[in-house]
C-alpha cells in the first residue's frame, strides 16, 4: 500500500454549511412585538452567553505621562483580579469639548494596536484615539485581555499559558470556554470596569463608544449594559456572525457559543436602540477567498451585510428611533476607521 490509497478531498462531497437562521429563538425577525419586553429578554440571554462577571472597579496607578500633540497621555494599570492588572491609556485634551463625556476608544486584533490608536505607527486604527482627543475629547483607550502587553495572561506564571495573539495557540480562548466564559465576556466586563472608573476618579457621566473590528464587535456588545454610552461608532462588524467564521476566518475572540441558538449581532446592535448607531466599513472589505490578495481576516462587507442593516433597523423603528441609525460604506478602502466620518458622527449636536 501507498499514498494513492489514500482517500483524497476530490473523493468527497464537501459543501457542508450550518444552517442556524431558524434556530434564533430571541432574534427580534424571530419574535417581533413590544421593543422594551424584548429587550430586557434578549439583553438578559446575552449577559448569561457572554458570562458577563463583575464590572467593579480595582485600584488604578499611573505608571507615568508624557504630552503629545499637547493632549497629555497618562499610561494607567488597573488591579482586576488579584493575579492580573490589565492596563489603559487616558487621553486629555489642552480643552475639553464636553465636560462629563469621555470617548472609550475600542481596539481590535492587529500588531500594534495601541500604537496605532495613538497614531504611534500606520495601521488600520488611523490614530483614531489620538485624533478624537486632538478634537477635543477624553479618550479612554483600555487594552484588552488576551492582545498586545495582555498577550499571555499567565505570562509571569511558570509553566502556564494563557495566549492569544502570542503564537496563535489561542490558549485563553479555549481555557474561557472550558469554563463557560467567553473572551467577548471578559472584555466587556472590563470596558464596564474602565466606564465605572471614570465615573468614580474623574466625574464622567456621559460615554461615546468607537471600535474598529473585534472593537467594532465590542462597541456594539458593550453598551447595552451601560446607562452611560450616548453614541455609538462601530467599524468592520457589520453582517451575521456565521459568514463571518464561515468565510471570512475571523479572530476566535468574537465567538459567543451558542449565539447563533438564540439571536444574531443584528440583533446585538437593535440592543443599543434608541442611541444613535452607525456602522462602518470599508468597500473592499470582503472576504477573503474573494480577495485576489487573499490576505483580508476581517470582512464586514460580505453578503448578510444588507441583511444585518434591515433586521437591526427594524428593531429600532420598533424602539420609535428608525432614523438613529444608519450605514456609511467608505469608498476604496478596506479594513480601516474612517477617522473623519467617526470625528463628524461624535461632534454631531
Not at 424571530?30 to 472597579?57: M, Q, Y
Not at 472609550?104 to 490608536?117: D, F, T, V
Not at 460580505?302 to 444608519?326: P, Q, V
Request: glycine share 8%; charged share 20%; net charge negative.
Amino acid at each position: 500500500m501507498n499514498e494513492d490509497f489514500l482517500i483524497r478531498h476530490e473523493e468527497l462531497v464537501l459543501r457542508h454549511v450550518p444552517q442556524e437562521a431558524d434556530r434564533r429563538a430571541l432574534s427580534y425577525a424571530n419574535v417581533g412585538g413590544d421593543f422594551a419586553a424584548w429587550r430586557d429578554r434578549c439583553k438578559a440571554k446575552l449577559a448569561e452567553l457572554i458570562h458577563l462577571s463583575s464590572t467593579d472597579p480595582g485600584p488604578v496607578t499611573e505608571l507615568r505621562r508624557t504630552d503629545h500633540n499637547a493632549v497629555t497621555v497618562a499610561a494607567l494599570v488597573m488591579q482586576a483580579e488579584d493575579d492580573l492588572t490589565i492596563p489603559a491609556y487616558l487621553l486629555t485634551p489642552p480643552q475639553d469639548r464636553r465636560p462629563g463625556t469621555a470617548v472609550m476608544a475600542i481596539h481590535g486584533h492587529s500588531p500594534g494596536l495601541g500604537e496605532g490608536c495613538l497614531g504611534l505607527a500606520a495601521n488600520g486604527y488611523r490614530g483614531f484615539a489620538m485624533a478624537l482627543a486632538e478634537a477635543g475629547f477624553v479618550v479612554l483607550l483600555p487594552i484588552h485581555r488576551g492582545f498586545g502587553p495582555l498577550r499571555d495572561l499567565a505570562l509571569h506564571r511558570p509553566g502556564y499559558r494563557l495566549d492569544y495573539e502570542k503564537s496563535m495557540h489561542f490558549a485563553y480562548v479555549t481555557d474561557s470556554f472550558l469554563h463557560g466564559r467567553t473572551v467577548v465576556g471578559d472584555n466587556v466586563s472590563d470596558l464596564l470596569r474602565w466606564e465605572n472608573w471614570l465615573t468614580d476618579a474623574h466625574g464622567i457621566e456621559r460615554i461615546l463608544a468607537a471600535g474598529l473590528s473585534y472593537g467594532g464587535d465590542l462597541a456594539l456588545a458593550y453598551p447595552p449594559f451601560s446607562d452611560r454610552v450616548e453614541r455609538i461608532f462601530a467599524s468592520g462588524s457589520s453582517g451575521s456572525f456565521g459568514p463571518h467564521f464561515r468565510r471570512c476566518y475571523n479572530g476566535p475572540a468574537h465567538c459567543i457559543p451558542g449565539i447563533l441558538n438564540w439571536m444574531d449581532r443584528s440583533d446585538i446592535a437593535g440592543l443599543n436602540a434608541p442611541r444613535p448607531l452607525v456602522m462602518h466599513y470599508g468597500e473592499r472589505d470582503t472576504p477573503s477567498l474573494d480577495d485576489p490578495a487573499g490576505e483580508n481576516y476581517a470582512a464586514a462587507c460580505n453578503e448578510s451585510a444588507d441583511t444585518f442593516l434591515a433586521e437591526a433597523k427594524r428593531i429600532y423603528a420598533a424602539a420609535g428611533a428608525a432614523d438613529n441609525i444608519r450605514m456609511i460604506v467608505t469608498p476604496d478602502v478596506a479594513h480601516v476607521m474612517d477617522v473623519e466620518a467617526l470625528v463628524e458622527f461624535l461632534t454631531r449636536d
